[in-house]
């Protein structure tokens, strides 16, 4: 076989996986990211902070979503404080270098997150040991915790309020599945508070 066979069946293929994973997502999950685009409307309204972290691409998911919140997605309107704690490299090799890499977020929670605040954990596998650390710091500190996974959910599942697992064991198919729900959150976040926005 050619090699752009090959390249046709494998695109083929990688498409229609994401595509299932989608369809998968779509059966299990529409409740669930409904629940968390009202804690975090609530949040907005009650002048609470929402804060994403994550590692690698899933930092990148992390930046993404806070920067659609705090500048625009679909409609000009004030910004929302969003804040991706993955961002200020001084902050975190401090961290990691006087601490240890499994502290880089939660001494960064520690400090900001209040009571009420929203807090957005992306891990593919659910057990990065800094996400673990941040989360159980948040919600110490009262703070409402979703977490963004894989099929299992890992040790993350047991120590989120919300856990939306994609129904993949592939990261890049879970990665594609977080930032589509990211984006939804952002839609239905600026449709209820800014009002309808035209598709």
Known sequence: MKAQELFMNDIEHQLQESI????????????????????????????????????????ADAQHIA??????FKMNRRPLPAVAITTDSSVMTAIANDFGYDFSFSRQVEALVKAGDVVLAFTTSGNSKNILNAVKIARDLKA??????????????????????????NTPRIQECHITIGHILCSLVEKEIFGHVPE
Not at 41 to 47: D, G, P
């Open 20 to 59: 299932d994973t989608i369809k998968k997502l779509l059966s299990t999950h529409v409740e669930i990211v409904r629940d968390v685009a009202d804690v975090i409307v609530r949040a907005f309204k009650n002048n609470n902070f929402m804060y994403l972290m994550g590692n690698g691409g899933s930092a």
């Open 67 to 72: 920067g659609e919140m705090i500048g625009r």
């Open 144 to 169: 409402i915790t979703v977490g963004f996974t894989g099929m299992d959910g890992g040790l993350l599942k047991n120590e989120v309020d919300f856990c939306i697992k994609v129904p993949s064991t």
